[in-house]
């Protein structure tokens, strides 16, 4: 596309070029089809910083035209250049699960907050990433995630955008502002446990950690990642934005992933199945009524372990 406007705009200024051309006259000057082209590859030259018109020492608009030639095959190779370098260095840590999922609390990896709501009916929102870098190991790695919203503000009744800070699970179970891994390893998926506070029966969401959804325009969870690269200490980030109208949610437990140290990550059992809903539980067909609500039912809570 640069090519292309830049050759566009070569051949304007050659015909302009020619048009004010005072050494012949003007049926002469288009007939050399030869120069003309010769004409449009020299401003094209100058475009791009490599070459110079000669304009005409008392003439205006050669002056006029030899100075846009000249600005722009200064200003296009450095614009040309940044593109490239923010290209080449702009790094995208981590792959983002398509979807967050929905489930029991008692059904998440952390031991301890599975066991702290056996028996419950809560349900805990799962975000999934892994790290996609080859050959970089990730350390001090943080996640948390935020809830912005539009409401109508107290003060005058216009929309007013909030964030809403989210608890999630920590190490130990116990709900904390952000979730702390001391390293990442290459491919391997990790997942940032958010409460949702009740229990979840269809889509969309109704409320989420005490504040109720209904209602409220342009809801939406950040989740934001940092680390830094093993080796280097380079500061690594990332952010994914997840609708909260049941596009970027479903209902059900996602693929688990079984380690085997043995083995490359991409071998391990459940990796390929990164972005699916574990065939254990199954969602049903969804179904959008009237109210745009997936009755997509989650499993009974398990029984509660016996004292």
């Given at each position: 596309?640069?090519l292309?406007?830049?050759?566009?705009?070569?051949?304007g200024i050659?015909?302009?070029?020619?048009?004010?051309?005072?050494?012949?006259?003007?049926?002469?000057?288009?007939?050399?089809?030869?120069?003309?082209?010769?004409l449009?590859?020299?401003?094209?030259?100058?475009?791009?910083?490599?070459?110079?018109?000669?304009?005409?020492?008392?003439s205006t608009?050669?002056?006029?035209?030899?100075?846009v030639?000249?600005?722009?095959?200064?200003l296009?190779?450095?614009?040309?250049?940044?593109?490239?370098?923010?290209?080449?260095f702009?790094?995208?840590?981590?792959v983002?699960?398509?979807?967050?999922?929905?489930?029991?609390?008692?059904?998440?990896?952390?031991?301890?907050?599975a066991?702290?709501?056996r028996?419950?009916?809560?349900?805990?929102?799962?975000v999934?990433?892994?790290?996609?870098?080859?050959?970089?190991?990730?350390?001090?790695?943080?996640?948390?995630?935020?809830?912005?919203?539009?409401?109508e503000?107290?003060r005058?009744?216009?929309?007013?955008?909030?964030?809403?800070?989210?608890?999630?699970?920590?190490?130990?179970?116990?709900?904390c502002?952000?979730?702390?891994?001391?390293?990442?390893?290459?491919?391997?998926?990790f997942?940032?446990?958010?409460?949702?506070?009740?229990?979840?029966?269809?889509?969309?969401?109704?409320?989420?950690?005490?504040?109720?959804?209904?209602?409220?325009?342009g809801?939406?969870?950040?989740?934001?990642?940092?680390?830094?690269?093993?080796?280097?200490?380079?500061?690594?980030?990332?952010?994914?934005w997840?609708?909260?109208?049941?596009?970027?949610?479903?209902?059900?437990?996602?693929?688990?992933?079984?380690?085997?140290l043995?083995?490359?990550?991409?071998?391990?059992?459940?990796w390929?199945?990164?972005?699916?809903?574990?065939?254990?539980?199954?969602p049903?067909e969804?179904?959008?009524?009237?109210?745009?609500?997936?009755?997509?039912?989650?499993?009974?809570p398990?029984p509660?372990?016996?004292?």
């Amino acid at each position: 596309m640069t090519l292309g406007a830049l050759t566009v705009l070569s051949v304007g200024i050659a015909v302009l070029w020619t048009l004010t051309d005072s050494s012949s006259d003007p049926g002469a000057r288009f007939s050399n089809r030869e120069r003309l082209l010769d004409l449009s590859l020299t401003a094209l030259r100058a475009c791009v910083g490599t070459d110079n018109l000669a304009p005409e020492t008392d003439s205006t608009a050669h002056q006029l035209l030899a100075t846009v030639a000249s600005v722009t095959g200064a200003l296009v190779p450095a614009v040309l250049l940044s593109v490239v370098l923010i290209k080449m260095f702009t790094v995208q840590p981590v792959v983002w699960r398509r979807k967050a999922s929905i489930s029991l609390a008692a059904r998440s990896n952390s031991q301890a907050y599975a066991r702290a709501h056996r028996g419950s009916d809560q349900a805990v929102l799962a975000v999934r990433f892994y790290n996609h870098l080859l050959n970089v190991a990730m350390m001090d790695v943080h996640a948390e995630a935020h809830l912005r919203y539009l409401e109508e503000s107290p003060r005058d009744g216009l929309l007013a955008m909030y964030k809403q800070r989210l608890k999630v699970v920590g190490e130990d179970g116990r709900l904390c502002d952000e979730r702390v891994w001391c390293v990442v390893e290459r491919a391997a998926p990790f997942t940032l446990w958010i409460p949702i506070g009740s229990p979840v029966g269809s889509l969309p969401l109704e409320s989420l950690q005490g504040k109720e959804l209904c209602g409220l325009q342009g809801a939406r969870i950040l989740v934001r990642f940092r680390a830094k690269a093993v080796g280097t200490g380079t500061e690594l980030s990332d952010e994914r934005w997840f609708e909260l109208d049941g596009e970027d949610l479903e209902l059900g437990e996602f693929v688990p992933v079984e380690p085997d140290l043995a083995g490359h990550v991409s071998a391990w059992a459940g990796w390929r199945g990164f972005d699916d809903l574990s065939p254990a539980n199954p969602p049903e067909e969804p179904t959008r009524p009237a109210s745009s609500a997936v009755h997509t039912r989650l499993p009974p809570p398990p029984p509660p372990t016996p004292p």
